[in-house]
Structure formats: structure tokens, C-alpha cells
């Protein structure tokens, strides 16, 4: 039998959050995480949390697993389990709604700055705006995030400062569109970047690389975003 | 709130530069130094060492990249700890209070240095 730890809140009911301790039968089997949620589910009905493609493209069950972030529905058993202990947390930093369920808003609020959409007022081409292949490649390891937020919610410098730094998921987000090729507003984007919170933050220990489940590397981008700065301002 | 008037440059491009060209300095400097006094001195040579203006306008470079230093790294600890969002009400003035005090200690240091180094 697995030893399972949850994290529970409602706060209709509870005056504070506690942790519960479950004993779910794996069988033996290496399930993923989500799987032993959805046992837990079906023991008692009123464990809430998000999730829906159960495979690692939506970003919607992001959650604290044995003291890593990380997606419950492709995160094995095996990579977080030790001494047949599974701990379940929210992801930290954020508002609790209930349970495993966060309040995203701060974390949005920040992709919503970086204003995650190309920018361009040339009069569009006839059929589409062609980049080559080597300026196709620039975005390679960028485009790929699904905004799950496991990385900014490990991240101490999103902790203490939720309202001014960007956080890794944001920031990739900005050099992503700071490397396209299409994209005419670099020189804005760079100019409302250049504060002392919303890059600067960054001091580069690598929280979000460790726990991104796309293996993608904020540390770079924000590396990138600040030399586009520097060159900018020099 | 947390807001950006404290901190050194204003930019943040500016403080992270000023962070990694201080840092650069001082190494130079506790090396230099360091090196000078591993291979053995006296009050004779040390106070030749001293009395060469080179010597003060490095040790003087080095005194002031310090108190830069300080000044961006220990503005990056108190906008993280000391704030509203940490403490409530009282974290923004107590924030305050820690700048102040570490903005007299490092302006201490920088004249009282100048006056060690030139021997006013």
C-alpha cells in the first residue's frame, strides 16, 4: 500500500489547510501520479483538483509532488516516490482556492504583460509572412510551453515579488516573441523589460529549468532577454 | 508597496551591470591583497605599499565598488523580505529602515576609508 499525503482545504468548512493521510492499493505498478489521484477520488468524492488531457499537453494538473512541481499525468511513481511515501501539495506561492486547486490570476496577469501575441503593422503579405528555416529555429525550445506554471510557482523570486516579476513562464513567453523574426515591436517589448523587477528578478539559480515537464529552459531566455537589453543600451 | 526608487540605477540593466563590474573589482582587489600579504609583509613595506597613489585610487575603487555591491545585492534581499507582502503594514517601514541604516553604514565606510587611505 502507497502512503499518500494530501494537502486538504475548503474553505466553507476548514478553518485552516492539513494534510490527510490515505492508503491507496498501486497493485505494484508504476502508475503516474494523477492515476493514484483519480483512486483517491473515488474513495472520497470531495478531493478536488484540476486536470484534463491526462497527457502532459494541457498544463492543467500542475502540482507540488514529494516537494517538486511537476504534471501529476506524466510524472511515473518511480521519479518522485522514496520510502513508499507520496506527498501532494498546491503549487506554492499561490492562493489556495481548495485542495489542489490554485488561483492562477497573478500568474496570468504576468503572461498578460509580456503581451503574448505577434506584433506587426506592416501591411500583411499576399499569402503569409515567411521566416526562414534558421529564423524558424529561433523559436525552438520556446513555442513549446503549455503556461502549467510549474515553473514560476518554484521560483523564490515569483514568491516575494508575484507583482513585479515576470517569472520564468512569462519571460520564455516574452523572448519568444522578441526572437521572432516577424515581430516589429522588440524594441517596445525590450523598453517596459528594463525595470528592476520584471527581468532582474531572475537570479539565475534554475528552479524552472529543474521542474519544467517540457524540458524547456527559462534560464537561457532570460540570459538572451538580458543581452538583448545590454546590446540595446550600449 | 515595492516600488523601484531605492534601488541604485533605477534600471534594472543598470544595477545588474553595476553588480557584475563591482564584483569583478573587488575580486581583483581581495586577490591583489590577498597575494600581497601571503607573501609575507611588514609595517615597512605595507605602508610603502600604501603611500603609492595607485595604491590608494585602487583601494578607493575597491571601497566604492563595495558599497555598490551592497547596496544593489542587500536592495535585492530587503524588496524580497522586508515588504508588505511578508510582514503587513509594518514591512514597508521597517524596509525603509533597514535602507537607511545600511545607506549611513556604507557612506561611513567610503569617508572613513578615504580618510585611512590618505592619512587626513
Not at chain 1, 7 to 22: G, H, L, W
Not at chain 1, 57 to 85: E, F, M, W
Not at chain 1, 133 to 156: F, H, M, N, Q, V
Request: aromatic share 10%; glycine share 8%; charged share 20%.
Amino acid at each position: 500500500m502507497l502512503q499518500v499525503s494530501i494537502y486538504r482545504y475548503n474553505p466553507e468548512s476548514d478553518a485552516e489547510p492539513y494534510m490527510q493521510d490515505v492508503q491507496v492499493d498501486t497493485g505494484g505498478k508504476d502508475l503516474m501520479v494523477l492515476d493514484v489521484m483519480e483512486m483517491i477520488k473515488a474513495q472520497d468524492t470531495s478531493f478536488v483538483y484540476r486536470r484534463s488531457c491526462r497527457e502532459g499537453v494541457c498544463g492543467s494538473d500542475g502540482v507540488n509532488i514529494n516537494g517538486l512541481n511537476g504534471l501529476a499525468c506524466i510524472t511515473p511513481l518511480s521519479d518522485r516516490v522514496r520510502d513508499n511515501k507520496l506527498v501532494l501539495r498546491p503549487l506554492p506561492g499561490l492562493p489556495v482556492i481548495r485542495d489542489l486547486v490554485v488561483d492562477m490570476s497573478m500568474f496570468y496577469a504576468q503572461y498578460e504583460k509580456v503581451q503574448p501575441y505577434l506584433q506587426n503593422d506592416t501591411p500583411a503579405p499576399a499569402i503569409e509572412r515567411l521566416q526562414s528555416p534558421e529564423e524558424r529555429e529561433k523559436l525552438d525550445g520556446l513555442y513549446e510551453c503549455i503556461l502549467c506554471a510549474c515553473c514560476s510557482t518554484s521560483c523564490p523570486s515569483f514568491w516575494w515579488n508575484p507583482d513585479r516579476f515576470i517569472g520564468p513562464a512569462g519571460l520564455l513567453q516574452a523572448y519568444r516573441f522578441l526572437a521572432d523574426s516577424r515581430d516589429t515591436a522588440t524594441e517596445e517589448r525590450l523598453a517596459k523589460l528594463d525595470d528592476p523587477f520584471s527581468v532582474f528578478r531572475c537570479h539565475g539559480i534554475q528552479a524552472c529549468v529543474n521542474v519544467c515537464p517540457k524540458g524547456l529552459n527559462p534560464t537561457r531566455a532570460i540570459g538572451h532577454i538580458r543581452n538583448m537589453l545590454l546590446t540595446r543600451a550600449t | 508597496m515595492v516600488t523601484a526608487i531605492t534601488s541604485m540605477g533605477r534600471s534594472g540593466l543598470h544595477d545588474w551591470l553595476m553588480q557584475r563590474v563591482s564584483a569583478v573589482i573587488i575580486l581583483a582587489y581581495v586577490l591583489y591583497v590577498g597575494g600581497v600579504v601571503a607573501s609575507g609583509v611588514d609595517y615597512a613595506s605595507w605602508k610603502a605599499l600604501y603611500s603609492q597613489t595607485w595604491m590608494r585610487i585602487f583601494s578607493l575603487l575597491a571601497l566604492l565598488s563595495f558599497g555598490a555591491h551592497a547596496w544593489v545585492g542587500l536592495w535585492s534581499v530587503f524588496t524580497d523580505y522586508l515588504t508588505e507582502r511578508m510582514l503587513g503594514a509594518v514591512g514597508d517601514k521597517l524596509r525603509f529602515l533597514a535602507q537607511a541604516l545600511s545607506a549611513v553604514i556604507m557612506f561611513t565606510y567610503i569617508v572613513w576609508g578615504i580618510q585611512i587611505l590618505w592619512g587626513l
